[in-house]
């Protein structure tokens, strides 16, 4: 499955961005999916993940109650709604997904086999 993520831009602290991600080639409807954002000279960090089904979600601990994640099956897309902005959440924005049946939101980068090209998120303060 190819994945892409859209919806980044620029916003002033204390605002909001809907990321969406969609996937080509295969329907998102049988993966589990995830969002990890990437700052500059910073390591690759979790956001989110949601179950195929969207039953299970799992989120970064420090994002709980900002960030929620979310997937319409039927549009085939998945999405990261982003509250209450903050300049350090600048970073690129990345969707991923795996097949995994056990540890399916899991928080690690190695457990998603698929990845798609980031989308920039910037916000000011």
């Known amino acids: 499955v190819q994945l892409q993520a859209f919806g980044g831009g620029l916003v002033q602290a204390g605002g909001s961005l809907r990321l969406s991600c969609t996937g080509s080639?295969?329907?998102?409807?049988?993966?589990?999916m995830g969002w990890f954002r990437q700052a500059p000279g910073k390591e690759r960090e979790f956001v989110a993940a949601?179950?195929?089904?969207?039953?299970?979600?799992n989120y970064a601990d420090s994002l709980k109650g900002r960030f929620t994640i979310s997937r319409d099956n039927a549009e085939n897309t998945v999405y990261l709604q982003m509250n209450s902005l903050k300049p350090e959440d600048t970073a690129v924005y990345y969707c991923?997904?795996?097949?995994?049946?056990?540890?399916?939101?899991?928080?690690?980068?190695?457990?998603?086999?698929?990845w798609g090209h980031g989308t920039q998120v910037t916000v000011s303060s």
């Open positions: 991923a997904a795996n097949r995994r049946n056990y540890r399916m939101t899991s928080a690690l980068g190695p457990d998603y086999s698929y």
């Open positions: 080639g295969r329907t998102l409807g049988s993966y589990n």
């Open positions: 949601i179950s195929w089904t969207g039953r299970s979600t």
